[in-house]
């Protein structure tokens, strides 16, 4: 037997063994010293720290460490932010640099059953700052920055319902009235020109969505939105509105959570859902239910919540419909009724106002201001359009069309628009159809509304 | 000589009664045990007592067969503990990588070395069929266990393949829906073929169960036992292929030649290429330790490096499986890109001809080039016609992988590596 060429072996045996044992050491080392890791020690040493007695020392020493996390099924999340943000329900921390920092609002929105990135983003499994907060490839939601954190608010509360996030609620007012629906559709209503905006918050973040407002085509090469003139809040609250569009909700516990009872809420769910189709109040409304006007004499508010809940339960034989009101909701409502005699609410309802004013309200409603301009003015660009190349202004409609005309214009739309110069490429706006958007209802009151334009007294002139 | 520490250890617990109960000949000390220890252990005697020196040079195999072998080893162990934390459904298997990254003890580390040893089999077993064919090693008598070396090759493709949809990811998922977009232009059977793959027509969670059951119970299996069945033919075949072994070989006297009133003894019955044991003594020496230690220390290379490309390199993840926004372009995994560059010229010659015609070559190769010259030996020159034209196809298929892999960008568009060019934004419209 050759022993110097076995010997060579155990040669070989000890350097590959020591390199496989110190990989298999290193992997382990990589895989136990996590980033989280110092964060704890850090919160355990400031603990004990603060500690005065022998106890509270005894106590914080026998902190764990480890992976913390709040696990939420109803949200499809699991959140390990608290892995390192140890101190978030601790108001004594209030000030600390993070990740120590203390956290408020523990109290409309518990931690232990709402995480914390249902509303600030990132990725709630990660356990590492970068993945964590989610600027990484590969992961498309990274944190909302704070400064547009009231977006998030939208996932469950109306965004006028919530007196706390006053920037949501001017957003949502100033899409309505820049006409963003005449090409873009968000919930399923709006036109056909622009990209759907349900789930624009989950694509785009908010530098983009600015560029994009004030220059479409810098982002969006070959974008035919004309650029936006907002003011810098405005800009701010729009894009802010476009964030909170994630098509995400919170079901269940959430939902019944979601409405922030208060009066103004039971008015608009009051109006939305068409209770005046039934009921009456200062003698405008329907006949089949009982009048409302003094409702809050009669009735105690536990009889109206257990009648919102099931009319049937407590008024046997009624005839109004399980509306499927959620607590909160049926809370609303109930605050509304008990005070509606101080409310004067009928001259703000909106089956008593004129089709005009309601035709106006349609306009708004549907984005038509974006490309007839505020009022039908008209004035947006539409290049190479004989029509001055500019969307025709609609303030005198009425001498070119009937009222059916009109209406029969609208439901039908107009897809070619004459072109100034044939050699141009045609004008990129037409008028889409809108009859499978807009009720009939409403288109009638739309051309009510836009016969209405043309200048009293202008006939006389001729 | 004094025996060092760890050997008069070992020799300790081997004479205890426990040692004895498990090791019949423990540490060989002469040449009869050295021969007893591999007959009579378990694990060794699928391995010759004697070995032929030209078999253990490392500039022959390369020890690519082997490496496979220890690589498919990896691949079960870290496996199977992965299986222990995965679910194979469309909600949570995404999840479960996620928290295997973020909170399982070392489920990083075992998704990559998992996802490295795959890719490294991928290639290694690539590189073992390529030594086989330019060794002449495939010639008779072992024309067989190339074919089942080529399937078991294809066996390998298969396990990559559907472990591949198995993260949920975007990569997983389109990667696997232009895989079988391509089996799905075979003529007739293709759409059968892609259908009974999916369970369904898009890649969904009926794909995933599939996938998940063939990747971790069906193919594991089907290769285990073609394994078995490569390694014992090995041995069966006469050992690993070496120069001038035909003449080596004892004419086989036939069966029905022999006297047929006498009663036979196991090795009279034996195929005459099984290795001549003292035909050419000073060819062969002992497989403990000559053998058997190479091979061991041949598995530390292996585990060094997969774990140091575990340690270093996460194994990819991307978003969440998306249908309705594919990547531009949806790539198959590298080993069917030089494939789906064929498919972009034409489906049907691409995808189906000239695979099928490929596959069907490999097969047949031993049965049609069965001429016994040139075995055992690198590039023989009398066998230039075959390796030529072997050598064209293995280069053609490098070629197009690489154009595949680097050269395709947006559109399967001819893009060049070397030029960072700005990703094109995301279009809504």
């Not at chain 1, 105690?300 to 005839?319: C, E, K, L, N």
């Not at chain 2, 285990?224 to 086989?252: C, I, Q």
């Not at chain 2, 069965?370 to 280069?395: D, M, N, P």
Request: include cysteine; charge should be neutral; proline fraction near 8%.
């Amino acid at each position: 037997m050759d022993t110097g060429s076995v010997r060579k072996f155990y040669g070989w045996f000890t350097v590959l063994g020591l390199l496989v044992g110190g990989l298999v050491v290193l992997g382990y080392y990589k895989d136990e010293y996590r980033e989280w890791r110092q964060y704890q020690l850090k919160f355990i040493a400031e603990e004990t720290r603060r500690a005065t007695t022998p106890e509270q020392k005894a106590l914080a020493a026998a902190i764990p460490v480890g992976v913390r996390q709040i696990v939420l099924p109803d949200l499809h999340r699991v959140d390990r932010c608290t892995t390192c943000h140890l101190a978030v329900e601790d108001p004594s921390y209030g000030g600390y640099p993070q990740p120590l920092a203390y956290h408020p609002l523990h109290d409309q929105h518990p931690f232990e059953k709402f995480g914390c990135t249902i509303c600030h983003g990132g990725q709630g499994r990660a356990t590492t700052l970068a993945d964590a907060h989610g600027y990484v490839a590969h992961w498309d939601q990274p944190m909302l920055p704070l400064r547009y954190i009231q977006a998030s608010c939208a996932k469950c509360h109306e965004a006028a319902d919530n007196p706390s996030a006053p920037e949501l609620a001017l957003g949502q007012q100033v899409f309505e009235q820049a006409g963003c629906r005449g090409c873009h559709k968000l919930g399923g209503v709006g036109g056909i020109f622009g990209p759907e905006l349900d789930k624009v918050g989950t694509r785009r973040s908010a530098d983009w969505l600015k560029k994009h407002f004030l220059t479409p085509a810098a982002v969006t090469a070959g974008s035919g939105m004309p650029p936006q003139k907002l003011s810098e809040p405005d800009l701010e609250a729009v894009t802010l509105f476009m964030l909170s569009q994630t098509g995400e909700s919170a079901p269940g516990y959430y939902a019944s959570m979601r409405v922030i009872p208060s009066a103004d809420e039971g008015q608009q769910l009051f109006q939305q859902k068409g209770c005046i189709g039934c009921h009456s109040v200062g003698g405008q409304g329907g006949k089949i239910g009982p009048a409302l006007d003094d409702v809050g004499l009669r009735r105690a508010p536990s009889w109206m919540m257990q009648h919102f809940r099931d009319p049937q339960s407590v008024t046997p034989g009624s005839v109004m419909p399980k509306f499927g009101f959620t607590e909160s909701e049926a809370r609303a409502l109930t605050e509304f009724l008990v005070h509606l005699k101080e409310r004067k609410v009928a001259s703000t309802l909106p089956s008593l106002i004129s089709p005009i004013d309601r035709g106006h309200g349609t306009y708004v409603k549907y984005g038509c201001t974006g490309c007839h301009g505020p009022d039908g003015r008209g004035g947006v660009p539409n290049p190479n359009s004989k029509t001055a190349e500019l969307v025709p202004d609609l303030i005198h409609v009425a001498d070119g069309f009937t009222k059916d005309e009109l209406k029969a214009r609208i439901t039908n739309g107009q897809r070619e628009i004459p072109s100034l110069d044939p050699k141009r490429p045609p004008p990129p706006l037409y008028m889409p159809p809108w009859g499978s958007t807009i009720p009939e209802a409403e288109i009638d009151d739309l051309a009510a509304y836009l016969i209405s334009l043309k200048p009293k007294g202008e006939n006389l002139g001729f | 000589m004094n025996a060092p520490l760890p050997k008069s250890l070992w020799r300790m617990f081997q004479r205890s009664r426990v040692g004895r109960s498990i090791f019949r000949v423990g540490l060989p000390e002469s040449n009869l045990e050295r021969s007893q220890a591999m007959v009579s252990s378990f694990l060794l005697h699928i391995q010759p007592a004697k070995v032929n020196k030209h078999s253990l040079k490392p500039g022959y195999t390369l020890g690519l067969g082997l490496i496979s072998l220890y690589l498919f080893f990896i691949l079960i162990g870290t496996g199977t503990l992965l299986m222990f934390y995965y679910v194979p459904s469309t909600e949570r298997a995404y999840d479960t990588m996620k928290d295997l990254q973020f909170v399982v003890s070392a489920g990083l580390l075992l998704r990559n070395m998992h996802r490295w040893s795959a890719h490294l089999m991928v290639l290694f077993v690539m590189l073992h069929l390529c030594r086989v064919f330019y060794t002449g090693a495939y010639k008779p008598p072992r024309e067989f266990n190339w074919v089942i070396g080529v399937v078991l090759f294809l066996l390998t493709l298969g396990l990559s393949f559907t472990g591949y949809l198995l993260p949920w990811d975007q990569l997983a998922f389109w990667a696997i829906t232009v895989g079988t977009s391509i089996a799905g232009y075979a003529p007739i059977i293709g759409p059968k073929v892609k259908y009974l793959l999916l369970g369904g027509n898009i890649v969904g969670q009926e794909a995933l169960t599939r996938f998940y059951a063939l990747h971790v119970i069906v193919l594991p299996a089907v290769a285990g036992l073609m394994l078995s069945v490569h390694l014992w033919r090995v041995r069966k075949d006469g050992g690993l292929s070496r120069p001038g072994e035909a003449e080596d070989t004892v004419e086989r006297i036939p069966l029905e030649a022999l006297p047929q009133n006498k009663s036979y003894g196991l090795m009279e019955l034996a195929r005459g290429t099984t290795p001549q044991v003292g035909k050419n003594p000073e060819d062969e020496v002992f497989s403990w330790p000559h053998l058997v230690f190479r091979e061991m220390i041949l598995f530390l290379i292996v585990a060094a490096v997969v774990l140091f490309l575990a340690i270093f390199w996460n194994a990819p993840l991307e978003q969440f499986a998306n249908p309705i926004h594919p990547p531009n372009p949806a790539k198959a995994p590298w080993y069917f890109l030089g494939l789906q560059e064929l498919v972009s010229y034409s489906a049907f010659w691409g995808g189906v001809v000239v695979p099928g015609l490929l596959v069907t070559a490999l097969m047949l190769l031993p049965y049609f080039d069965r001429k016994r010259v040139g075995v055992g030996e690198w590039f023989a020159r009398e066998r230039w016609a075959a390796i030529s034209v072997f050598t064209v196809c293995l280069v053609a298929a490098i070629i197009f992988t690489i154009i595949g892999t680097l050269f395709r960008g947006p559109n399967w568009g001819w893009v060049e590596p070397w030029k960072t060019e700005q990703p094109p934004a995301l279009e809504e419209h």
